[in-house]
């Protein structure tokens, strides 16, 4: 495990976190976003979801 020393910087600490999580926001929001461009799901998928019983559901 590596100690965070004190003289790492803010946008060190921020590189370093970004490296292990990632981005933890979107870029947009969902309310910024087209309804309509939501992923569809392809028919594979579709049937898949179709053949799962009603007691797993």
Do not use: C, N, Y
């Not at 020393?5 to 929001?29: H, K, N």
């Not at 976003?33 to 898949?48: F, H, K, M, T």
Request: proline share 9%; glycine share 6%.
């Amino acid at each position: 495990m590596r100690l965070m020393s004190q003289t790492e910087s803010d946008w060190e600490r921020r590189r370093r976190l970004a490296a292990i999580f990632g981005d933890a926001l979107p870029d947009t929001t969902s309310d910024e976003r087209d309804p309509g461009s939501a992923p569809r799901e392809d028919a594979s998928e579709a049937w898949l979801k179709a053949q799962v019983p009603p007691h797993h559901g």
